[in-house]
């Protein structure tokens, strides 16, 4: 997916959007990469967010796609437009492990209020990347909330 | 799904694979029911669990959903099992938003290897709940991990 | 989801969409009840519709899970609408197999725009019905076609 | 994905098995391409695969994508493998029209027991290719039935 934004100043909506996430703070992922339709996502793995088996919980693997997702369709919106998740599907592929998870989402099919898009996450440790999950999501353009 | 489970001590299996999910601290989910087939988990609402809007994050919401069916699988299954999630789908309905957020989740179809799930969460006011989300999602049985 | 329908008229617009659908015609499925944010469909089973077993393609069984979430989806709305899928999602439970395929579908949240349903699909034999699919479904409401 | 083959002869094996769908013959579709994790299936659209706006109807339009992603994960595995569809998830993006669908299946991750697969479907006419849906599917290897 290669369109063009409608919004040239998108980066700055998008990042200023991301930072009102408060859960992105609780869970130490940061916006690490953001183009037009597509967003990178990393979050270091921690002791606190697992599940039984001393991995990344597979809710949080999907809080970081689900944003993701949400910005790489946010991206693509005119200015004044937010975003919320319609639904999302993910199939866990192997353990969230490592020293951090990694998400690259991006836009499939841009609408003017209903988006679809993928993503893929990753356990990465030093150099090797893993892919651990992936997302298939409906993002649905709303009017941005006034400060 | 009223189907009689395989391990008549499910009950403190489930409870101590659900104390091992250090996310469920993090977050501050309790599981407040457990019956064969059945969970329920409660988390309270908190400001640091959320999305742009001041909503809790559909990630989180989906942590609760997806421990939740995982918790309702593994009690259907015999001593030793252990679980871990192949997918879920999520429907977002309404704003995660109120005192609590409640997910109860139940066993559709019990298998062998494969039991699929249903699971709905609620946005919880005092008496009042509305659905704010919606699961489907398939789970695996494997062995548990020693200790 | 027991709201009452915008249209009284439903039951006529429903059927007559439901006509419009070839390939319920192909397949021979019937639209066997209908009512405010509830349909039903039956098919009977046919060699021509197999997949390598013998049993109906998965994609059959969602051909008429799906057609029961959108006129499930459709009765709840204003005079005038038309219905699309946005998307779904199925689990295979059990061979889709016997005398027929029966589908239940119903709306979860019937919205203005977007409506969630769900619908289970039933392997039927004599008195015998054996679940063998479930969806999640998001329809969308559209201006109907004129004719 | 490029992983090898476990069975050389798979090509063979998938396209018997391709042929045993009868309704791929119902419907007119062929399996144009097989590679190692890759299928390629077309589709002639026609009046009587159609819902209500004259399109191919959404499930038509699923019934080539889960045989696609069945078997492009297939022809990973073993010899004597069969395959069954465990879940799948559509998007439909844009109306399923023009001369033919066509269907290009790739597995994402194969494994042992489940597959992950994801399939797109294109509405063609001429040289144009417009994406109408796609599929995330997890696939199941079983026993084939003996002959």
Redesign the interface.
């Known amino acids: 997916m290669r369109a063009k934004p409608q919004d040239p100043d998108f980066d700055t909506r998008v990042r200023n ?1 991301f930072g ?4 992105m ?2 869970i130490g992922a940061r916006l690490t990469q953001l183009e037009a339709g597509r967003a990178e996502i990393e979050m270091p793995t921690r ?7 001393g991995y990344v ?4 693997v ?6 993701g997702c949400g910005y790489a369709a946010l991206s693509m919106w005119p200015a004044g437009s ?1 975003v ?11 353990p969230a492990k490592g020293e951090m998870i990694r998400v690259r989402a991006e836009v ?2 841009s609408g003017k ?2 988006t ?1 898009c ?1 993503a893929d996450a990753f356990a990465v440790d030093g150099d090797k990347e893993t ?1 651990c999950a ?1 997302m ?1 999501a ?1 993002m ?1 353009c709303i009017e941005a ?1 006034r400060s």
Chains 1, 2, 3, 4 share one sequence.
Do not use: M, P
């Not at 919980?57 to 949080?60: E, M, R, S, Y």
């Not at 999907?62 to 944003?67: F, N, Q």
């Open positions: 959007n009102e996430q408060t859960v703070h609780t002791d606190d967010l697992a599940q039984q088996n919980h597979a809710g949080i999907t809080t970081i796609l689900d944003s937010g919320l998740s319609v639904e999302f599907k993910v199939n866990l592929l192997a499939k099919r209020r209903l679809v993928t892919i992936t298939l409906t649905i909330k």
